[in-house]
């Protein structure tokens, strides 16, 4: 089976063509390196493994490359942490709704006239920005009060985009919203300004990226974001992989959502901690608590009892297993300043 994945540079999508090609998927990646520029990959001489420079707004080029493909995972999309829904908050809804014009548009024609037979869409749990019910399930999103950030409203309208093909052309599709992706991988953007937290910029506006570098850059006391009491749900980058490869595959994921997350909640301050004492075991805790920013959601929660019973998906890696792989690589980036 052949899959086209866009935004095939970013972080998530590393972990996915990676599970892809180990389970015997043809994968062509498209991206137009603006995130990160040119940046390598373990599997970039896989032989099932094609990757093209271009832009997922060019929809000729996707219809081109989804010929032969029955598979599309439309992962293309302006991202980035925290700060980047208070700087690009024009630019987020604008760039990401015309990459998914560009992508339905492409799909719902293959699907018409080529062998493609599912889009499958990677939203964000920022479509629960607001949400009202904890553990938050799936459906919450059309009960809750709508996303206040930029970003949030777009990957729900994203969601909106597939239930529109849908119904109108019959394209089928599934839509997986990822909690809180953690792993390795992860560079420091081309675009955006330097913003401080204590002495030390931030890195990329990610928890745990930033929280490392600083403590490994010795800030003491460790600034914080906020109260540290914000809840999230830490899931490592293979786990999610393998919970996406499972949505695309199974019949029963046709036309229907799925939260991908671990079941374990964290809050900001454990993590810190947790952080803190792994990189200076001998040395007491103390941190500082900054301002946080506008959109720093307070508590996210994910349902995950539908991918469990409908996948088989169930997150395996737990956080300080995690830690042990990130860590040592921030290490590695800071020192070589890809950090």
């Given at each position: 089976m052949?899959?086209?994945?866009?935004?095939?540079?970013?972080?998530?999508?590393?972990?996915?063509?990676?599970?892809?090609?180990?389970?015997?998927?043809?994968?062509?990646?498209?991206?137009?390196?603006?995130?990160?520029?040119?940046?390598?990959?373990?599997?970039?001489?896989?032989?099932?493994?094609?990757?093209?420079?271009?832009?997922?707004?060019?929809?000729?080029?996707?219809?081109?490359?989804?010929?032969?493909?029955?598979?599309?995972?439309?992962?293309?999309?302006?991202?980035?942490?925290?700060?980047?829904?208070?700087?690009?908050?024009?630019?987020?809804?604008?760039?990401?709704?015309?990459?998914?014009?560009?992508?339905?548009?492409?799909?719902?024609?293959?699907?018409?006239?080529?062998?493609?037979?599912?889009?499958?869409?990677?939203?964000?749990s920022?479509?629960?920005?607001?949400?009202?019910?904890?553990?938050?399930?799936e459906?919450?999103?059309?009960?809750?009060?709508p996303?206040?950030?930029?970003?949030?409203?777009?990957?729900?309208?994203?969601?909106?985009?597939?239930?529109?093909?849908?119904?109108?052309?019959?394209?089928?599709?599934?839509?997986?919203?990822?909690?809180?992706?953690?792993?390795?991988?992860?560079?420091?953007?081309?675009?955006?300004?330097?913003?401080?937290?204590?002495?030390?910029?931030?890195?990329?506006?990610?928890?745990?990226?930033?929280?490392?570098?600083?403590?490994?850059?010795d800030?003491?006391p460790?600034?914080?974001?906020?109260?540290?009491?914000?809840?999230?749900?830490?899931?490592?980058?293979?786990?999610?992989?393998?919970?996406i490869?499972?949505?695309?595959?199974?019949?029963?994921?046709?036309?229907?959502?799925?939260?991908?997350?671990?079941?374990?909640?964290?809050?900001?301050?454990?993590?810190?901690?947790?952080?803190?004492?792994?990189?200076?075991?001998?040395?007491?805790?103390?941190?500082?608590?900054?301002?946080?920013?506008?959109?720093?959601?307070?508590?996210?929660?994910?349902?995950?009892?539908?991918?469990?019973?409908?996948?088989?998906?169930?997150?395996?890696?737990?956080?300080?297993?995690?830690?042990?792989?990130?860590i040592?690589?921030?290490?590695?980036?800071?020192?070589?300043?890809?950090?």
């Amino acid at each position: 089976m052949k899959i086209l994945v866009t935004g095939a540079q970013g972080f998530i999508a590393g972990y996915l063509i990676e599970d892809l090609l180990n389970h015997g998927w043809e994968v062509t990646g498209l991206d137009n390196l603006s995130k990160y520029g040119e940046i390598s990959k373990s599997y970039d001489h896989h032989p099932h493994y094609r990757f093209v420079k271009g832009d997922a707004k060019d929809t000729a080029l996707l219809k081109e490359l989804l010929v032969g493909h029955e598979h599309f995972v439309a992962a293309a999309a302006m991202i980035g942490g925290i700060a980047y829904f208070h700087e690009f908050a024009y630019d987020l809804i604008a760039e990401n709704e015309r990459i998914c014009a560009s992508s339905y548009d492409a799909a719902i024609w293959a699907y018409k006239n080529a062998r493609l037979k599912k889009i499958t869409v990677i939203s964000s749990s920022m479509v629960f920005e607001n949400a009202t019910q904890f553990p938050t399930p799936e459906g919450h999103q059309a009960q809750c009060p709508p996303p206040s950030s930029t970003y949030g409203f777009q990957k729900l309208s994203s969601e909106y985009f597939a239930k529109g093909a849908w119904e109108q052309y019959q394209l089928p599709y599934t839509i997986v919203r990822p909690f809180n992706c953690i792993g390795i991988g992860e560079k420091k953007a081309l675009k955006g300004k330097d913003i401080k937290s204590g002495d030390i910029k931030l890195a990329l506006s990610h928890v745990i990226t930033d929280l490392v570098q600083k403590t490994i850059k010795d800030q003491a006391p460790l600034h914080i974001l906020g109260n540290g009491q914000q809840i999230r749900h830490y899931t490592y980058g293979g786990d999610l992989a393998q919970g996406i490869r499972l949505a695309i595959e199974k019949d029963e994921a046709l036309c229907n959502d799925f939260n991908l997350s671990t079941d374990v909640a964290t809050n900001v301050l454990e993590l810190a901690n947790l952080i803190w004492t792994r990189i200076n075991p001998h040395r007491p805790f103390e941190y500082i608590c900054d301002e946080p920013f506008t959109y720093d959601v307070q508590k996210r929660m994910p349902d995950t009892h539908k991918a469990k019973k409908i996948l088989g998906f169930q997150a395996q890696t737990s956080l300080e297993e995690a830690l042990d792989e990130i860590i040592p690589w921030i290490k590695k980036q800071v020192e070589t300043g890809g950090i």
